[in-house]
Antibody, heavy 118, light 113 residues
């Protein structure tokens, strides 16, 4: 069955960086892109970006594009999201999801809680 | 950026009654070449990731009960639950994948009256 399993919760200080991983299984990795979404406490969903698993294409939310980098490791069918220069308002649950470029998001990771606090 | 505005923000419906959630887009989500609306709906329960309910505005994802339906085209869309069940209590989000940056509506909380 299709699974997206994310790395564990992180606590970081302001100004630090974090890298969240999303290990996929149960399907051909290169068939679907991976989208990253976050949800601040009590808030709605915020799209962060999308990365192709079959080309060099990536797309980022403009407000984060100078601080976020999406990468993939095709050898392990894993996607990564790195966020730098962390601020308190980056505190949120971060999700990876399958699909997104011209498609809905049909499978989601369990979420990774990032807490940014001094 | 395309702005999606959901209404209402919160909704309380009696068990067995109809629930209707609206999503209005600031730009058309209908792609003229394939006549598809690039809109999805998700259900999210506390402590869980969102679950895909509908895509292409009106196509039910596999396994989703048929009491859920989606309608609309262009800029105005609706998610309808024909007969509310207790397990439908959740937040509901619309999502446009017409272009980047993709965006979500602010969410609608659905409760039992």
């Amino acid at each position: 069955q299709v699974q997206l399993v994310q790395s564990g919760a992180e606590v970081k200080k302001p100004g630090a960086s974090v890298k969240v991983s999303c290990a996929t299984s149960g399907y051909t990795f290169a068939t679907y892109g991976v989208t990253w979404v976050r949800q601040a406490p009590g808030q709605g969903l915020e799209w962060l970006g999308w990365i192709s698993t079959y080309s060099d294409d990536t797309k980022y939310a403009q407000k984060l594009q100078d601080r976020v980098t999406l990468t993939i490791d095709a050898s392990t069918s894993t996607a990564h999201m790195e966020l730098r220069s962390l601020r308190s308002d980056d505190t949120a649950v971060y999700y990876c999801a399958r699909g997104g470029e011209g498609a809905g998001l049909d499978y989601w990771g369990q979420g990774t809680l990032l807490t940014v606090s001094s | 950026d395309i702005v999606l505005t959901q209404s209402p923000d919160s909704l309380a419906v009696s068990l067995g009654e109809r629930a209707t959630i609206n999503c209005k887009s600031s730009q058309t989500l209908l792609y003229s070449s394939n006549k598809k609306n690039y809109l999805a709906w998700y259900q999210q329960k506390p402590g869980q990731p969102p679950k895909l309910l509908m895509y292409w505005a009106s196509i039910r994802e596999s396994g989703v009960p048929d009491r859920f339906s989606g309608s609309g085209s262009g800029t105005d869309f609706t998610l309808t639950i024909s007969s509310l069940q207790a397990e439908d209590v959740a937040f509901y989000h619309c999502h446009q994948y017409y272009n980047s940056p993709q965006t979500f509506g602010q969410g609608t909380r659905l409760e039992i009256k």
